[in-house]
């Protein structure tokens, strides 16, 4: 197994690898449960009246997996489907899918290496809901492929009512994936999204109503995805690939590249790392680029 992490390090101490062993696996594990006690620690210091979230949430869990798996099934639960319900497809889906369990550690050190806005592990732990949303659908991932269906999708629903996101459970995503905000999100059920990709809020991955079968995108390793970018059809969108906030791309986007517009058109193409012009496109707009 290996665990992909942004080659680019901001601030994580095991950022800056990309393939990593088993033992280094487990070491990444220690790491981040030691990291996040401590962080719940402090936070109980700081903000005594939310002292239930944090001990129920990590300070009495075991685990950096079994404490993922309390806090996401904490939101999720309802009279309907109850927390020992979910926790328990969680254990399941974790005794038989390791992936699961190494994906959910590289979503997190991924959010915490490319997000400005977190400083502690604590926070996207808690209270993130791009990262409750993408746990909630690897879950139901892993019961689609499973054939619990019926549980799959009602995970869908639930996630969508909980996190405003709509990912169908037969998506395929990799690992490292940061939902910024997450509102909005939606995703097809043939879409693919690959390792160390970031969506921002509003996202869609939609097809065009004239495709039947294979109908949806192919996001590519390392793409970013500006908010309100509408992606449709079975088309990729290449390995680092930049799409400007509000575009609506109907075609193909080369690797290392930054496509604007309504309809999305070719603005920049480079080789190295994303420059600062095409950043700002990704997260500021496209409009300058309409038709």
Known sequence: MSLAISANSRKFPFSGRVQRSIDSEQELADELWGRLRREAREAYLQAPMLAPLFVDSILNQHSFEAAIFHRISTRLQNNIVGLGVIVDAFNRAHDESPYLVEALRADIVGIYDRDPACQRFIEPFLYFKGFHAIQTYRLAHWLWLSG???????????????????????????????????????????????????????????????????RHPKVRRGAMIGAGAKILGNIEVGENARVAAGSVVLHPVPANSTVAGVPAKLVRHSVGETDEESLELVLYGAFDYAI
């Open 148 to 214: 619990e269906r019926d549980f799959a999708l009602y995970l869908q629903s639930r996630s969508s009512d909980l996190f405003q996101t709509d990912i169908h459970p037969a998506a395929k995503i990799g690992k490292s994936i940061f939902l910024d905000h997450a509102t909005g999100l939606v995703v097809g059920e043939t879409a693919v999204i690959e390792d160390q990709v970031t969506l921002l809020q509003d996202v869609t991955l939609g097809g065009t109503g004239k495709e039947a079968g294979d």
